[in-house]
């Protein structure tokens, strides 16, 4: 993390791709906080305002672990009368067959 003052504090990211990037802030005495942005590859700064969820300021002798989370391939599977899906779903991947480079792509997680 870098960053003068709390209006420009900087959370340091060096992606190998555009990708989503999941910031959460683990705050030892505040309520822990999450920034979802978008990044490109190389540097990014993904800016924090010193804040914790509930907008209360954080001091800067707190600790504070932050665990960042890339996604690629956003999936949104709008649902219909779920309630009738005893069974639930089952999900496959149809397209791309490789990553841009023609390298297989890794296995799906799906959550249950």
Sequence with gaps: MSGCNAGNLCINV???QSRQVESKMDFQNYLDRTILRSVNRGDN?????AYDANNIYVSDTDS???TLKYTTGITHL????VENHQNGYNLSLI???KQAD????PELNVLE
């Design 95 to 97: 397209r791309p067959t």
């Design 45 to 49: 700064c993904i800016s924090w305002d």
């Design 14 to 16: 060096n992606a190998t």
């Design 78 to 81: 709008p649902l219909i009368d």
């Design 64 to 66: 504070v672990i932050v």
């Design 102 to 105: 023609g390298s297989a792509l």
